[in-house]
DNA sequence: GCGACAG
DNA sequence: ATCTTGTCGC
């Protein structure tokens, strides 16, 4: 998909609102993937009270029903926004699109640190990244942004209740792991609400996130400390 | 006007 | 997001 140069990197903030209302008008949220074979996790690590604003991206990619690590790259991009609420995908994005380019064999589905079109103006980070890669994506989130849970969430693994807001279920809030703090599902693009909460279960190893962000999440982290590392150490 | 507010 | 070891509980 070919898009405005703005519409990824925004000059300012009135921009960039015009650019998400214009990227939320593409988002697909009924089931359009194909066969999947490799399933990606993306995520973003930040190192504290950086001046240079770096963000530090990372893309894995597993196989299915597999789910183990075949590959991965990252990339590191200075941020032009700060972060704000409600656009996350503006500072994120960018470095994401930099890894995503150096994969040599591209995911059916990728799994987002972030949420779906459980978003004020319906474009959260996962949509976002979809669109513009037109890739069927799904929003993982680790708390709400809008909405609130509709009723009360089983104690255990698998329970899960609409995110409901202003009279719309939006996504789903998912248990995942017993005395864990619930996950936010949404679809992100290309993909349902129900078949966005059946891959991150499927995608689940026992552990809070499902395995394509877990990974990521790891893998942003080592991006991270590897920048600036001058010498490995060795045996004396 | 006030509080909330993904990562 | 990031800072951090041990520790309490299942």
């Not at 988002?27 to 240079?52: H, K, M, Q, Y």
């Not at 894995?60 to 704000?84: F, H």
């Amino acid at each position: 998909m070919d898009l405005p140069p703005d519409w990824i990197d925004p000059p300012d903030l009135a921009t960039a609102r015009a650019a998400q209302m214009a990227l939320a008008a593409r988002v697909v949220t009924e089931d359009a993937l194909g066969p999947v074979r490799l399933i990606g996790g993306v995520d973003i690590s930040n190192t504290r009270f950086d001046p240079e604003n770096l963000v530090f991206a990372a893309v894995v990619v597993l196989n299915w029903p597999g789910l183990e690590v075949v590959a991965s790259a990252s990339a590191v991009r200075r941020a032009t926004m700060p972060y704000i609420p409600g656009f996350l995908g503006f500072r994120e994005v960018p470095a994401l699109l930099e890894a995503w380019a150096k994969l040599g064999e591209r995911p059916d589905l990728v799994l987002v640190d972030g949420h779906g079109v459980a978003h004020p103006r319906g474009l959260g980070i996962a949509s976002h990244l979809g669109v513009v890669l037109d890739v069927p994506s799904i929003g993982v989130a680790k708390s709400p942004l809008v909405g609130r849970p509709e009723g009360e969430l089983g104690a255990e693994p698998g329970a899960a209740v609409p995110l409901a807001w202003k009279g719309r279920a939006l996504g789903t809030v998912l248990r995942t792991r017993c005395r864990s703090n619930p996950l936010y599902i949404s679809p992100g693009h290309r993909v349902s609400p129900t078949a966005a909460v059946e891959w991150v279960q499927r995608c689940g190893t026992g552990y809070r996130l499902p395995e394509p962000t877990r990974q990521a999440h790891l893998a942003a982290n080592v991006a991270r400390r590897a920048h600036g590392v001058v010498k490995p150490e060795g045996p004396e």
